[in-house]
């Protein structure tokens, strides 16, 4: 039961243009949406996030767009430069009401061209 | 600060054998979670601790274990390996920020091959 959705496995983009990553979630009982990138040989690394009950945040050239009627959001990079090219994975995270802490359910992710 | 280390970085093993993976998180993190990732398939949770304690645990089979010491590091456990179990294991710890996010912090993954 895949809960979080990246159907793109691959994106390639001119520099400068506008990179957008697509991903989609069935359980609307998620508090965040988080974006990681990852290069090679390394692990994810945080990116930026959107709580639930927001619909954009923007840090810089990332902006994160959620729809929540559509269960959707998206990640912007404007303009997208060669060093963005890596994977891109997006994740859901749900607090738990009884142990607490957190479960993050990651996305399949996307791997981005940037051409130079 | 030290990120996320995670030893060995690659580990080749055969089918049958166990093999056990460390991790130590960023000093003053309390919560280490385990990851296993294959092509087309993402980031799938293995199991969360905290303060010495599994948390939170995902779909795999109890041939994986971890535990986690009073120091916050922790070790991954596989026993009688399979084919399938080849993969990149990352570790993370994380911190709740004050908007409540709770953000991860990975280490660079062991990359395991089982023959």
């Known amino acids: 039961d895949q809960q979080v959705k990246q159907n793109s496995p691959s994106l390639s983009v001119q520099e400068g243009r506008i990179s957008i990553l697509n991903c989609d979630y069935t359980?609307?009982?998620?508090?965040?949406f988080l974006w990681y990138k990852k290069y090679p040989a390394e692990g994810p690394t945080f990116l930026i996030s959107i709580s639930s009950i927001k619909d954009k945040n923007e840090d810089g050239r990332f902006t994160v767009f959620l729809n929540k009627s559509a269960k959707h959001l998206s990640l912007h990079i404007v303009p997208s430069q060669p060093g963005d090219s890596a994977v891109y994975f997006c994740?859901?995270?749900?607090?738990?009401?009884?142990?607490?802490?957190?479960?993050?359910?990651f996305g399949a992710g996307t791997r981005l061209f940037v051409k130079a | 600060k030290a990120g996320v280390t995670q030893t060995p970085r690659y580990l080749i093993k055969t089918r049958g054998q166990q093999v056990t993976l460390s991790c130590s998180p960023i000093s003053g993190h309390r919560s280490v979670s385990w990851y296993q990732q294959t092509p087309g398939q993402g980031l799938q949770f293995l199991f969360e601790?905290?303060?010495?304690?599994?948390?939170n645990k995902g779909n795999f089979p109890g041939r994986f274990s971890g535990r986690q010491f009073s120091n916050s590091r922790s070790e991954m456990n596989v026993s009688t390996l399979e084919l399938g179990d080849s993969a990149l294991y990352l570790c993370a710890s994380s911190l709740v920020t004050g908007s409540g996010v709770n953000e991860q912090f990975f280490g660079p993954g062991t990359r395991l091959t089982v023959l």
């Open positions: 359980n609307s009982m998620f508090d965040y």
């Open positions: 994740a859901a995270s749900l607090k738990y009401r009884g142990t607490g802490g957190f479960k993050t359910i």
């Open positions: 601790y905290f303060s010495e304690t599994q948390r």
